[in-house]
């Protein structure tokens, strides 16, 4: 077989091409794995620093909160009725009507109940642990409420639920404020690290969408909260 000029060429245009493309290749994939461990580093650094735990923290508690804010929403109709007949019921000697509102409070007293059981974030339930502030401090007392209570005493019950409400919007709005300042200190301890200046946009994007959703609960889950700690 004769090979002329010109499939010389060609052939020798072929095998240029190809070592061009597998050289490329490898660089891409070079490129791609040093970037990978690049980031592991920078994430890494990051999730080490103080500031970035307290927000993962309080990010935590602002999931219990609003968990805690939808459950004292749903139970709240229930207690307030609960609360009005059992003091009814202490007043009406009648048997008949004594009767008719037991049968209702039972009914209402195991709504409540459920509600109570079924608070939970990240399988603990949210009554059953206060939460505190970046400073140690008690900003919401979620174990003030309790079945107990409900059973010695439904009016103060109801009392205690109400006033809890308004506790929870003070405790997210202080959580909140001191989850900017930690996000502030945490960019300031990087400034000066241009290593992880793409991390730290990165990062503080994801809790700046976070914190953009806090108070809506339809939107808040487990994965949400989580994703910065991965």
Do not use: C, W
């Amino acid at each position: 077989m004769k090979i002329t000029n010109h499939t010389q060429q060609v052939a020798q245009e072929e095998f240029k091409n190809k070592a061009l493309n597998g050289a490329s290749l490898q660089k891409t994939k070079d490129t791609s794995n040093a970037k990978i461990k690049h980031n592991a580093m920078d994430t890494n650094d990051i999730h080490n620093n103080p500031s970035a735990q307290q927000i993962k923290q309080i990010n935590l508690d602002i999931g219990k909160l609003q968990v805690t804010q939808k459950s004292l929403k749903t139970m709240e109709s229930d207690a307030k009725k609960y609360a009005q007949l059992s003091e009814e019921y202490k007043e009406n000697s009648d048997k008949t009507e004594q009767m008719s509102m037991k049968k209702e409070m039972s009914i209402l007293k195991k709504n409540i109940e459920s509600i109570y059981k079924k608070a939970t974030f990240e399988g603990q339930n949210v009554f059953s642990k206060n939460i505190k502030d970046s400073n140690e401090q008690v900003i919401f007392h979620a174990q003030k409420l309790n079945m107990n209570l409900l059973n010695a005493n439904p009016d103060e019950f109801y009392g205690t639920l109400k006033e809890q409400q308004t506790q929870i919007k003070d405790a997210l709005q202080t959580l909140q404020t001191q989850a900017q300042n930690s996000t502030a200190k945490l960019t300031l301890d990087n400034t000066n690290n241009k290593d992880v200046q793409h991390t730290d946009s990165s990062f503080l994007k994801k809790f700046s969408s976070l914190f953009r959703v806090s108070h809506d609960t339809q939107k808040l889950n487990s994965h949400r909260v989580q994703e910065l700690l991965i």
